[in-house]
């Protein structure tokens, strides 16, 4: 089964609005983290949210989590230009070792 | 800012010939792991590492696979016999402490086997 699989695949928004990009998963996890990735370019890890926790802010990006849904979303709120980049849910599974499973990830573009 | 480096940027080989990536963790991590992405498609976990030893590895990290923490600061990816499709971009990345924790990702080595 396909873990971590993004919504929507692309999303444009003008700079100073709200972004929220969904993730959805098939099985129990431990923890859900969102990366970001700019274009050609290394990963950055955002934000690490665990199974128990419902919501977690890191500056201008919040997480939530519904473990009854499955379902993760990222909010970035008044959005930059700097902000255009690809972003990732990964879920682990029953390990401790961070073997993640990665989803196609959104891009996002936002536009000055 | 300490950060994670990685050399080569960009590397070019012939299919069979043997490859070592390497990657130099922040200094006071204890836990490695590589990732790769192959052009287009999801980032893929290969392996983690603590300890010299392999915590936990994916079904990619065959025995064309090998990891190694050599000395105190480096951490290598070997593969021994390259194929066409081992052509991506591979990420090394650390924690400081046991996972899960926030991973600092280094900007990658673009693998191209010819």
Redesign the interface.
């Known amino acids: 089964s396909q873990q971590g699989e993004e919504d929507p695949q692309a999303l444009s928004i003008q700079e100073g609005e709200n972004a929220t990009m969904n993730c959805s998963y098939k099985t129990s996890i431990n923890n859900l983290q969102w990366y970001r990735q700019n274009s050609g370019r290394g990963l950055v890890h955002l934000i690490l949210i665990r199974s128990n926790e419902r919501e977690k802010h890191s500056g201008r990006l919040r997480v939530t989590l519904d473990t009854s849904k499955k379902s993760s979303s990222l909010l970035i709120t008044a959005s930059r230009a700097a902000d255009t980049a690809s972003y990732f849910c990964a879920t682990d599974l029953n390990t401790n070792a961070g073997k993640s499973t990665f989803g196609d990830g959104t891009t996002l573009t936002v536009k000055p | 800012e300490p950060e994670v480096t990685q050399t080569p940027s960009h590397q070019v080989t012939q299919m069979g010939q043997e490859v070592i990536l390497r990657c130099v963790p922040i200094s006071n991590h204890l836990?490695f792991?590589w990732?790769r992405q192959i052009l287009g498609q999801?980032?893929?976990?290969l392996v983690?590492f603590?300890n010299n030893e392999i915590?936990?590895k994916?079904e990619i990290f065959d025995d064309q696979f090998s990891v190694e923490r050599p000395d105190g600061s480096n951490f290598t990816l070997k593969i021994r016999s390259t194929k066409l499709e081992d052509s991506a971009m591979y990420?090394c990345?650390s924690?400081r402490r046991?996972?899960?924790?926030?991973?600092?990702?280094?900007?990658?080595t673009r693998l191209l086997v010819l």
């Open positions: 836990y792991y990732y999801k980032v893929e976990f983690s603590y915590s936990e994916s990420f990345a924690t046991q996972w899960p924790e926030t991973q600092y990702f280094g900007p990658g």
